[in-house]
């Protein structure tokens, strides 16, 4: 099971997989991190998303680098970065893009509370 108060890094699209089924089965609130290495904007939230992994340890973080998983941003129609994709029960519930630590937060408390 996906550890709580973590951002759980994926690095292999089945580690992807069954993170995210894993957090489907608990109807937990996803919160993904498209992020890539050489984005600014990635560098700058990524502490920030962390923080907000503890704070929040009902909801599962995960962190995907486009250009490790490529298929996988290309399946979830991530064209900037860093994309935060909200997703419950399987389904894309909101995203955000931009490293936007208000708006961000603010999504997290609003799909947590639904």
């Not at 992807?16 to 993904?32: D, G, H, I, M, P």
């Not at 979830?76 to 208000?102: L, S």
Request: net charge negative; glycine share 6%; aromatic share 10%.
């Amino acid at each position: 099971m996906a550890e709580e108060g973590v951002v759980i890094g994926c690095h292999k699209v089945e580690e992807w997989t069954r993170y995210l089924e894993q957090a489907n089965e608990s109807k937990k609130l996803v919160v993904v991190d498209f992020t890539a290495s050489w984005c600014g904007p990635c560098r700058m939230i990524a502490p920030i998303f962390a923080e907000f992994a503890k704070k929040y340890p009902g909801v599962v973080f995960l962190k995907v680098d486009v250009d490790e998983l490529r298929t996988v941003a290309q399946d979830w129609a991530v064209e900037a970065m860093p994309t935060f994709v909200f997703v419950k029960e399987g389904t894309i519930i909101d995203r955000t893009v931009g490293a936007q630590k208000v708006e961000l937060q603010r999504k997290i408390e609003m799909h947590m509370s639904k």
